[in-house]
């Protein structure tokens, strides 16, 4: 398995897949596309194994083009939150799977069903953005670096992060501010 080249990862399922897009050298990278030469099946795997979500859905071409269908219907939801086409294309990916619940050994339970498991993953994004919305809105932030496509969920205690990694972009913005000041002076 190649290795995930993306620079933010581990955040929730739906922002992982919005930030399979993101900048380098101020060219825009795309894993799903082509990104370290990888092929968009191949880079689809990669993303699959990043939410162990590898052992139950193909890195094949049908459940490639339904992933990219829902990263484009969920950047166009958190990119203008509250705007109807945006969440008119998340409920078009929601229509093709279901919370089924159950009653397991350890109690109530939720399993989600597809009619065609291809739309499994991209299904379980669109979920994701639907547990972050309810959970806390406000907290679903794109990175404050004008620069950077990359998002993330602010698990800060104060709710204040603005940056994707302030080892990265942080530090950027820190550097350009302390330029811009030297040079007034």
Known sequence: MP???RPLTGEPLS????????????ERQDLLAGAEGLTGTEGLAV?????????????????????LRARDALASAVDSPGDP???ARVDEVLAHGRIRARLTGEGP????????PAWGAAW????DYLRLLATAPDRIRGCAHEACVLHFFDTSRNGTRR???????????????HYAR????
């Not at 922002?15 to 101020?26: E, F, K, P």
């Not at 339970?109 to 065609?116: I, W």
């Open 3 to 5: 290795h995930d080249p």
């Open 15 to 26: 922002l992982d897949l919005l930030n399979t897009v993101w900048m380098r050298d101020g």
């Open 163 to 177: 940056w994707c990694s302030m080892a990265a972009c942080g530090n950027r913005a820190k550097a350009s501010r």
């Open 124 to 127: 379980l994004a669109a979920r």
């Open 85 to 87: 086409a945006g969440a």
């Open 47 to 67: 993303w699959l194994a990043a939410n162990g979500l590898d052992e139950r859905f193909a890195a094949d071409g049908p459940t490639l083009e339904h992933v």
């Open 182 to 185: 030297s040079r007034e002076t």
């Open 109 to 116: 339970g939720e399993e989600p069903e597809f009619a065609d």
